[in-house]
């Protein structure tokens, strides 16, 4: 459902593409570092509303286990989820 | 069903983006693309979106997605839609997503153009009121009062001197199959008037207030309140243009206070109680002008 990490990262200049065009969805760093706090949600406090989700900017919320779930290489930390969530399920904690 | 949350396409198709934290123009790419589908082919041009979004090899966009000229989003867009037509393509759509400057300044005469020959594309503007990219300079959608690099805040000039440019309308006289206002603090209404889009041939227009952190100084995680408080105290408006009338979507009440939407941006801080004054009068001029124009 979403774009994914890729191992391999393009080092040679064969590997460089010599058109314009090159593979959608090509991701070879996180955003990981950007972050000083950390979302956390808690499942038992957590509705499935969703607001989260849909507005988070980077897309990282998803649907698990009935509830949800961030992808922690791609959040930034801007802290949106937590403020979209009318149920308090998310908290957000300093990264050491 | 209208769109929400719940039944929105889960898949992801602007991720791994590098924009700064909460930044509100990533937000409206994401959220269009997720209800515009996989057969979507994408133009951005000079800008944040293009700039976040392309970072050689860290692609961002897993529909089709390229990078324009700065002035030609809409000419591309065009180009895009008649060579997959020429092709025997028939189920796609043609999206631009363009900033205030690539809009409202640059790409204007491109975008008119488009407009003029009906071409079937859909052009968003997501609108963060400067030229981000470039380091906040003033466009043509910086409104009243505001500091940029370009309109300083000093003693005798306190920011941006002149108002907000009337892209919507200005778009809409063109008439227009199909434009609407929108911002990403009400997510479900920009959500339907992409939808509506979609099902409409001709060229479509939407432009979305898409605060950004960055330039407006506000805090990351303020992005969608300041988004939704514009509309709230009347500075922006949900509105849509269809066959040949205005209609408003959302009429407050009551607005909330104007002051308070401005005081906390730190690119307003300068203002006087006299200016804030002046924008709340150039409000109520607006509103007025709405109640009697717009359905
Ligand atoms: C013809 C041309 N002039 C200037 C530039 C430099 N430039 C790149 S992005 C940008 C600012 C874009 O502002 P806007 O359209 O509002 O988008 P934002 O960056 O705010 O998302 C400018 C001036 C360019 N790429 N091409
Ligand atoms: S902190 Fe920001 S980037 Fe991270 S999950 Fe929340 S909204 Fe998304
Ligand atoms: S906003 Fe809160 S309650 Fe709703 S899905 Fe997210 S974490 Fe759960
Ligand atoms: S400068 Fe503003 S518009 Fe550009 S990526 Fe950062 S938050 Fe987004
Ligand atoms: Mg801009």
Redesign the pocket.
């Known amino acids: 459902m979403k774009p994914f990490l890729r191992e391999k990262v393009p080092t040679s200049f064969d590997e460089i593409p010599d058109t314009t065009s090159y593979e959608a969805g090509y991701l070879v760093t996180k955003n990981a570092g950007w972050r000083s706090v950390r979302p956390i949600v808690d499942t038992e406090k957590c509705i499935s509303c969703l607001r989260c989700y849909l507005h988070c900017p980077d897309g990282v919320i998803f649907r698990q286990d009935g509830k949800v779930a961030v992808d922690y290489d791609f959040c930034k930390g801007c802290g949106i989820c937590k403020k979209m969530c009318k149920s308090g399920a998310i908290r957000m904690e300093a990264e050491k | 069903m209208a769109i929400n949350a719940q039944t929105l396409n889960e898949t992801e198709f602007f991720y791994g983006h590098k924009a700064c934290a909460g930044c509100g123009?990533s937000l409206a790419v994401r959220i269009a693309l997720k209800v515009l589908g996989e057969n979507t082919f994408a133009v951005l041009p000079?800008?944040?979106?293009s700039a976040v979004g392309f970072n050689f090899p860290q692609l961002c966009f897993s529909n089709n997605a390229i990078i324009s000229?700065?002035?030609g989003t809409a000419s591309m867009l065009t180009g895009i839609e008649a060579g997959l037509r020429a092709q025997g393509v028939t189920d796609f759509h043609a999206v631009g997503f363009?900033?205030?400057?690539?809009?409202a300044d640059?790409g204007l005469q491109a975008l008119s153009g488009a407009i003029d020959r009906n071409d079937d594309i859909l052009y968003i503007c997501?609108d963060?009121e400067?030229?981000?990219?470039?380091g906040i300079q003033k466009?043509s959608l910086t409104p009243f009062g505001a500091r940029t690099t370009t309109t300083p805040a000093g003693k005798n000039i306190r920011g941006n001197l002149r108002p907000k440019k009337n892209l919507f309308e200005i778009v809409a006289a063109h008439g227009i199959p199909y434009a609407a206002t929108a911002s990403v603090g009400y997510l479900n209404d920009f959500m339907r008037k992409i939808e509506k889009a979609k099902q409409i041939k001709g060229t479509k227009y939407i432009h979305i207030l898409a605060p950004c952190p960055t330039g407006w100084g506000i805090q990351t995680d303020e992005t969608i309140d300041v988004a939704k408080e514009v509309v709230d105290c009347g500075l922006w408006y949900l509105a849509e243009y269809e066959n040949g009338s205005f209609i408003l979507n959302h009429d407050p009440k009551e607005f909330t206070s104007i002051e308070k939407y401005l005081r906390k941006q730190s690119r307003f801080k300068h203002l006087t109680d006299k200016d804030i004054q002046t924008i709340q009068n150039s409000r109520d001029a607006k509103w007025e002008y709405i109640h009697r124009n717009f359905k």
Do not use: E, L, V
């Not at chain 2, 363009?98 to 809009?103: F, I, K, L, V």
């Not at chain 2, 400067?130 to 470039?134: C, D, I, L, S």
């Open positions: 123009g000079a800008g944040c979106m000229t700065f002035a363009a900033g205030d400057g690539g809009t640059i997501y963060n400067a030229y981000m990219n470039t466009s």
